[in-house]
């Protein structure tokens, strides 16, 4: 039987970082990919903020199709709201190909590497973990003192592990097609009701001449999804029938835990997303990181016990954990507004342009608490309602 001192289950942008990472700490270690290669099928809108290409240690220029510097959001009444800062907020990267080039960085560092290879199974005992990887003839044993869950959303090997779900998971859907924008360095997010309930949809200018369209929402993504391609703003921009589809779900929130006897959960399988905009690059990278050094340490010390992981829930929390607190107060805040509301805040951010100096100067999409708050301390008395609403959330902790 093949032993490893680590086993990665997921070869995405969170599994390879945390295999790098603990290869680097001095462990041996295998990363499973079910499908034959990495970044594929795309499940993201591939829009990265700064702070992500840093974490992701990867070049940009070899890595990025273009730079954003703005947005433009439509509030269920079409009321307009647009910003652009003068330097770079975020990057469009084509996940396929930056998927990959993560996972060469890994398998660089000295990873094993085995595609087309599903985890089926995981049976725990005496130290170690059994993952029993393919199916059916082609099925075999590997041996493993600590196994790194990066398998996404289902995230069925952590779960039956005793790893507990994300809070919350919304349905997405998303299209590549051959679209035209007025700017090409400015994403679009649409509100409401009719268009995403429960939470937004977007437009990503992508390569020259096309564009992703989606969104995510409580349920029934690809309905809506329908909807939004037909509506004005979208339809009389397509020139193209859609050339991909992806569907899949957005976890929001973390379980109780992120460890268990043996196991570790990174990324989407540890619901690490930020609430506001999705994105699960971020901060699924920088709990990679921590991850493939606890479990690293854990394995040579020849303690894998959900005590001795729990520095990983320890230390993620601590990196990361009032950023998501704060982004799902937001979340839950604007999920429970009315259309007419949301068209009011919206209005009222454009009679403010001290507001949006602020959105365009420190407006943040990795972190984006500190333009959430200076935004906050500056809404007058119409607004401490909201504000207070989200305060309650935010003071709970419910994370």
Not at 18 to 46: L, N
Not at 363 to 380: C, H, N, Q, T, Y
Request: aromatic letters at 4%; a positive charge; glycine letters at 12%.
């Amino acid at each position: 039987m093949e032993r490893y001192d680590v086993a990665v289950i997921g070869a995405g942008p969170a599994g390879s970082m945390a295999a790098k990472k603990a290869v680097e700490a001095g462990a041996e270690v295998v990363i499973f990919e079910e499908h034959p290669r990495a970044g594929w099928p795309v499940q993201c809108a591939g829009l990265l903020g700064v702070r992500a290409m840093e974490e992701a240690e990867l070049a940009v220029g070899h890595r990025a199709i273009r730079p954003v510097r703005g947005a433009k959001v439509v509030s269920p009444g079409g009321v307009q709201l647009t910003f652009r800062a003068p330097e770079t907020k975020a990057w469009v990267v084509d996940r396929r190909i930056f998927d990959r080039a993560l996972l060469a960085e890994a398998a660089r560092s000295g990873a094993y590497v085995m595609m087309a290879s599903p985890v089926t199974g995981l049976v725990r005992g005496g130290g170690r973990s059994v993952l029993k990887v393919g199916r059916g003839s082609d099925q075999r044993e590997i041996e493993a003192k600590v196994v790194v869950s990066a398998e996404g959303v289902g995230a069925r090997i952590a779960r039956g592990a005793g790893i507990g779900p994300p809070r919350q998971i919304l349905s997405s859907a998303q299209v590549e097609v051959p679209i035209e924008f007025e700017d090409p360095e400015r994403v679009e997010v649409f509100l409401g009701s009719a268009v995403a309930p429960g939470f937004f949809a977007w437009a990503i200018p992508a390569s020259e001449g096309g564009g992703r369209v989606g969104l995510s929402c409580r349920n029934n993504a690809c309905t809506y999804l329908k909807r939004l391609l037909k509506s004005p703003p979208i339809r009389s921009r397509i020139k193209g029938g859609p050339l991909h589809l992806a569907v899949g779900g957005l976890p929001l929130g973390p379980p109780a835990s992120t460890v268990a006897d043996g196991i570790i959960a990174v990324g989407d399988a540890a619901g690490q997303v930020k609430p506001t905009s999705g994105g699960g690059i971020y901060p699924g990278l920088v709990s990679a990181k921590i991850a493939g050094d606890v479990a690293a340490a854990a394995a040579l010390a020849e303690d894998a016990s959900a005590a001795r992981l729990s520095e990983y829930d320890r230390r993620w929390r601590a990196a990361l954990g009032r950023e998501l607190r704060l982004g799902m107060a937001v979340h839950r805040l604007r999920a429970g507004m009315t259309d007419p509301e949301l068209d009011g805040l919206i209005r009222h951010l454009l009679d403010r342009e001290d507001l949006l100096r602020i959105l365009e100067e420190v407006g943040d999409v990795d972190r984006p608490s500190r333009a959430i708050k200076e935004v906050g301390l500056r809404m007058g008395l119409s607004e401490l309602r909201m504000m207070g609403t989200l305060l309650r959330f935010f003071l709970r902790g419910d994370l």
